[in-house]
């Protein structure tokens, strides 16, 4: 076991008017399997890439421990997979990585094959294994599972879960529940480390959260009442403090003394009461740094004017002699919310090209409703360039709403300002998705949506979709979203 120590840790971008981070202080254990959990844009990478010694900081990170960093970057993706190991850990031993690709269900044949022949998850999982290869190296692991499906995340979950001495930045919580045990979270304000899975964590913070909102309110009204008694206190005190000289003409001499006594204790109340006030002006300040903004989303879809929308019976499609999928048969009716799911390669995209228009070829039947308009949100965001209010002018949205829905998805005003291509990959696929929820449809289709997205903003997409309950086809890969999200599974 080793620590690393992060003390009073600032840093900025060059020509950044705001830090990513200042004066955080935290300690980490090389033993831990860290789960590392924050919003879109708040410095997950930039904090990794601080521990690879890559940015200048001030402050110090000290620790005796070397760092690896997953993803790898295959530069030949030509080469021979077992070449391509070996470029990243050139004094593995074979038996160990057949160990390791054993464990992750990647056939042996893989390693004599062109790494660019490997799916999207074999390649995932080869690194992964070659990873692992590096004793002694505390891991960083940046979203491995964007490239999975959900049987591969189980079967990833469960192999990191027999490791150890890792920090997993991933946005997937059934994922982080199977493999962490203990969080780090960025917060709006601060760093903070816990004990636990994602789910431990989350219900911690929305007890904090409810216990702050709660006081803060409390502690409103209590300002309200004292700002209150304090003017009337003064008030009182000004006004004895004049009787000081009597009544002009009364022929009266008050007691001057008892006067100046009373006004003073009035004054002293006064004070009292506005240093009470001052106190609760202070407490209140320390309370809500941490709440997000999760404000809900609103959705306008178009209604159809029939209950059916597509049809698909007995659907088998082609890449010229190669078959994608076969004997496909569903409906999409008004109001379902479909959940289209199935080994990467089944065939999933392929069936959302068809539904959308694409020359596809393919034998049975295929029924689309005549003038039905489709918004979709597509997985490729490396397209995406230009200003926000480009996007909302060539794309036909209203650039308030769009704008307005990017605020509540934890987009600062200064991003705004921002080229879409210097976004990060949450932030793109969040234009994609505010996008789409400006945009007269009859239907969503959304391939992957939630690919780089923050937990808060699939929290938000989750609440929207149960509250307009639009009729929706999408391919999602995270069990929880599936789960809550879909009236109807299909499975290819």
Request: charged share 30%; net charge neutral; hydrophobic share 35%.
């Given at each position: ?472 086809l999408f391919v999602e890969h995270d069990s929880e979203f599936c789960k809550n999200i879909a009236t109807k599974n299909f499975e290819l």
């Open positions: 076991m080793s620590l690393i120590n992060v003390t009073n840790l600032t840093f900025s971008y060059d020509g950044s008017y705001d830090n990513i981070f200042e004066n955080v202080s935290f300690q980490i254990d090389t033993d831990w399997k860290l789960g590392f959990t924050g919003r879109n844009g708040r410095g997950k990478t930039t904090f990794l890439n601080l521990l690879l010694g890559k940015y200048e900081y001030r402050g110090t990170i000290s620790s005796n421990t070397c760092f690896e960093y997953f993803p790898f970057e295959v530069e030949d993706k030509e080469i021979i997979t077992s070449d391509a190991v070996n470029k990243i850990f050139p004094e593995y031993l074979e038996w160990k990585l057949m160990r390791e690709l054993s464990l992750l269900e990647v056939s042996e044949d893989a390693l004599y094959r062109p790494f660019k022949s490997l799916s999207d998850g074999e390649q995932t999982k080869v690194l992964l294994a070659a990873l692992f290869l590096k004793e002694n190296s505390f891991l960083l692991i940046d979203e491995p599972t964007n490239h999975l499906d959900i049987n591969a995340r189980k079967l990833v979950s469960k192999y990191l879960n027999s490791k150890s001495g890792f920090i997993l930045v991933s946005h997937d919580r059934a994922f982080l529940d199977n493999c962490v045990d203990h969080i780090l979270s960025i917060n709006r304000s601060n760093i903070e480390i816990q004990k636990g899975s994602f789910s431990s964590w989350w219900e911690n913070k929305k007890r904090q959260d409810s216990f702050e909102l709660s006081e803060n309110e409390k502690l409103k009204k209590d300002i309200s009442r004292l700002s209150e008694a304090a003017k009337q206190a003064s008030d009182w005190s000004d006004k004895v403090e004049k009787t000081k000289n009597g009544t002009r003409n009364s022929g009266l001499r008050p007691d001057r003394g008892y006067i100046g006594h009373k006004a003073a204790k009035m004054m002293k109340r006064s004070k009292s009461i506005e240093d009470r006030q001052q106190k609760a002006i202070y407490e209140k300040s320390k309370l809500l740094k941490n709440i997000e903004d999760s404000d809900s989303l609103k959705l306008c879809q178009l209604a159809y004017h029939k209950s059916r929308l597509v049809e698909l019976e007995n659907v088998s499609v082609f890449y010229g002699s190669k078959i994608a999928c076969k004997d496909i048969s569903f409906t999409i009716e008004r109001g379902d919310r479909i959940a289209l799911t199935g080994k990467n390669g089944s065939g999933k995209s392929s069936i959302i090209k068809l539904i959308l228009g694409e020359d596809m070829d393919y034998t049975g039947t295929f029924r689309k409703g005549s003038r039905l308009k489709i918004s979709y949100v597509s997985q490729d965001t490396s397209y995406l360039q230009g200003s926000l209010t480009d996007y909302a002018l060539n794309n036909d949205i209203d650039e308030s709403l769009f704008k307005a829905i990017l605020r509540k998805l934890d987009f600062s005003r200064a991003q705004f300002e921002k080229d879409i291509s210097d976004f990060s990959g949450g932030q793109k696929k969040k234009v994609l998705i505010a996008g789409s929820l400006c945009e007269k449809a009859h239907l969503h289709i959304w391939d992957e949506p939630l690919n780089f997205i923050d937990v808060i903003s699939r929290m938000q997409i989750e609440e929207l979709l149960l509250e307009y309950s639009p009729t929706i």
